[in-house]
């Protein structure tokens, strides 16, 4: 398997296919995007990793600044824009009543959510799947993304639709982004 990420080395998604860089989901407004787990722009532990990698799929505890009071629903999406794939791998998509301040570990569990989140598909099934990038790929970059909504967000007639839409199609039915917030970390396997 390493051979494989040595020869995939060079082969990466890329940071433009990002939800993050989604023209709908634009806004100047940030939030402050943060976990106690792992700091910005740093290693995420082995916990937080998927269960091929040596992890538990445990999602890291998430905290942010408040939302602009006319705030309906946040978003959260997960991504890899380093995987050698054509566009970034999705890792989680979450929908947070407005009200929810932080996410303890766990909380995207599909099984188990916490209260006030609603775990979506993934590019993985459902709920969070930890890093498991392959092995001699180099470090891969995990952007956790959270997007304050105007407006609820709906992908068809029926709240079952939005259940079982793809990740993409989400993040390209949501808009009228009132402030984003972006944690960023890294997680490589030998």
Partial sequence: M????K???NRRAGQAGLAWNSPNLASENTLTLSSPDFEHEATI??????KRAGGKDLSPALTWSPPPADTAQLLLVIEDPDAPTPVPFN???ALLDASVTSLAQGALDARNPASGVRVLRSGGGRGYLGPA??????PHRYVFQLFALARPLTAGPSDAALDSAKPRDVV???GDVLAR????GFYERP
Wanted: net charge positive; glycine share 20%; charged share 15%.
């Fill in 2 to 5: 390493a051979l494989l990420g």
């Fill in 7 to 9: 020869l995939l080395r």
């Fill in 45 to 50: 532990p082995t916990v937080h990793a998927g």
């Fill in 91 to 93: 890792h989680g998509v």
């Fill in 133 to 138: 990038p392959i092995k001699g790929h180099g």
């Fill in 172 to 174: 390209a039915a949501a």
């Fill in 181 to 184: 917030g972006r944690l960023d």
